[in-house]
Structures are given as structure tokens and as C-alpha cells.
Nanobody, 129 residues
Framework: QVQLVESGGGLVQAGGSLRLSCAASVGTFSRYAMGWFRQAPGKERTVVSTISTGGPVVYYAASVKGRFTTTRDNAKATVYLQMNSLKPEDTAVYYC??????????????????????WGQGTQVTVSS
């Protein structure tokens, strides 16, 4: 059973930074592509960023590109989301997700939430203006 535990959320002023972590309890973390998604009140869950199993390829939603950075540490079975220049519209519950890759390429990206099989409980990020 895969377990994902997010941490690092909180309240921050606009322009500030937060770093989210997602620790995974899996057999072989390097086989899993990882993603960050978010859901604001009354809105659908949307992709923020995803990272391939090998870590060399990362996808960012247009709304966060240039401000957010996703990295992974396969030795620690952890994925990180560094969020800089935060805006009030970034306020949401942030979820970590995982999928065991079915592709041979370490650069393959899973973008859709329906691609992912495992989800964390979410962590609240609130950005005040």
C-alpha cells in the first residue's frame, strides 16, 4: 500500500515562499512518477506540477511556471514543491499524487489527475494579500 504524507503548508503573505514536501512509503520510489495538484474552494482539482521518475523532466502549469520548482530525492523517497512569489490566487489545498510508471522512459510525464493512483491527504496553503 502506497502512503503519501504532505507537509509544509501554512499561511504566508503575498510575495512570500513556502516549501511543500511529500514523503512516500512505497516499495521503489524511483518507479513512481509524482505530481502536485491543488483545489481551491468551489473549484475543481487542477495540476500544478508533475515530475518524471528520473526527475529530469518536469511539467508546470502556466499559472505557476517561473515561480514554483518541483524536485525529487529518490534516496529519501520525497518530492518537493518550492513555491516562490506566492499570490492570493495560489490559495488552495495542495495534494501530492503518485503513479507507478508504465512507461520505459524515465522522462515520461503524467499530467492528468486521472493518471494517478495514490493521493496524499492534502495540505492547506493560504496566501494573504
Amino acid at each position: 500500500q502506497v502512503q503519501l504524507v504532505e507537509s509544509g503548508g501554512g499561511l504566508v503573505q503575498a510575495g512570500g515562499s513556502l516549501r511543500l514536501s511529500c514523503a512516500a512509503s512505497v516499495g521503489t520510489f524511483s518507479r513512481y512518477a509524482m505530481g502536485w495538484f491543488r483545489q481551491a474552494p468551489g473549484k475543481e482539482r487542477t495540476v500544478v506540477s508533475t515530475i518524471s521518475t528520473g526527475g529530469p523532466v518536469v511539467y508546470y502549469a502556466a499559472s505557476v511556471k517561473g515561480r514554483f520548482t518541483t524536485t525529487r530525492d529518490n534516496a529519501k523517497a520525497t518530492v518537493y514543491l518550492q513555491m516562490n512569489s506566492l499570490k492570493p490566487e495560489d490559495t488552495a489545498v495542495y495534494y501530492c499524487a503518485a503513479v507507478e510508471s508504465r512507461e520505459s522512459s524515465i522522462s515520461y510525464l503524467y499530467i492528468r489527475s486521472s493518471d494517478y493512483d495514490y493521493w496524499g491527504q492534502g495540505t492547506q496553503v493560504t496566501v494573504s494579500s
